[in-house]
């Protein structure tokens, strides 16, 4: 075992060792076994692998309001823009993960006068189903995510089912679910035309960047966390990532 994880240690990273170890380990108790990622010699295999490799994480860059506005500034009135519009802004105003935002049905949205109820039926920490309720109000600005998703389901008449598919070249919707990647893709695709070097961004850059931003703005954690769904503040900060090192910073208030 501990000669495994020092051959993972030359191709993968900490964290990926570190998942590879506890299924090890959780499999073998199962069946009633001895641990073997227990025993010492593993366990200072993988101290050493810490020290050796680091365990910092490559962390989407986050989308921030600005550029995220940006971004839709650039972008045109085809099928394709406005369910791209569509997306990047639920992505956005949801905090949604990638599997969240392509998992939406249009019978998991219900509009209301101060904008739109979301039923997240099933997420990464809710595999059980027992289902969530976020809450979208309409924006204060002209790029609304309750009016853009309206234009969307209007343009495209899809009213139940996937809400986010895949289009061919010509703008016409298929009855496809998009794909995880595809967002990412979607997003790289939107920040390039838009004059933003793509690169460290992915899918998760919206839900990071929401986290961030609504930082920023000065949003306590605990509405922030209803938006995200963390349990605790100690697993958002975690999303709260650089653009808040200069809010409030220590060092502004003496230099």
């Known amino acids: 075992m501990a000669g495994y994880i020092a051959l993972l240690a030359q191709t993968h990273a900490v964290s990926t060792i570190a998942r ?23 366990k200072a295999t993988m101290r050493g692998i810490r020290r050796t490799n680091g365990t910092a994480q490559v962390e989407a860059k986050p989308l921030l309001r600005d550029d995220l506005f ?40 219900d509009f ?3 904008g739109m109820v979301i039923t997240l039926r099933r997420s990464k920490t809710d595999q059980d189903g027992a289902g969530r309720k976020i809450g979208i109000p309409f924006g204060r600005t002209r790029h609304c995510p309750v009016k853009a998703l ?7 008449a899809i009213d139940r089912d996937p809400i986010f598919v895949v289009m061919d070249r010509h703008g016409r919707t298929r009855d496809k679910r998009l794909s995880g990647e595809a967002v990412s893709i979607i997003l790289k695709t939107r920040l390039r035309q838009a004059g933003i070097n793509p690169a460290g961004y992915s899918g998760h ?3 990071a960047g929401f986290a961030t931003s609504a930082a920023m703005a000065g949003a306590s954690m ?34």
């Open 20 to 42: 590879r170890l506890a299924a090890i380990g959780k499999t073998h108790r199962a069946r009633g076994l001895a641990d073997p990622t227990k025993s010492e010699l593993v």
């Open 70 to 109: 940006a971004v839709l500034e650039r972008m045109g009135d085809r099928p394709k823009d406005v369910r791209d519009r569509a997306l990047l802004l639920l992505g956005f105003a949801g905090a949604f993960r990638r599997s969240e935002l392509i998992g939406l049905n249009a019978e998991d949205i």
């Open 112 to 114: 209301a006068r101060q």
């Open 150 to 156: 309206e234009g969307w389901l209007d343009n495209s």
């Open 205 to 207: 850059s919206l839900r």
């Open 222 to 255: 605990l509405k922030i966390r209803g938006q995200t769904g963390h349990a605790n503040d100690a697993m958002l900060a975690r999303y709260i990532r650089d653009g808040d090192l200069f809010t409030d910073n220590a060092a502004g208030a003496v230099l």
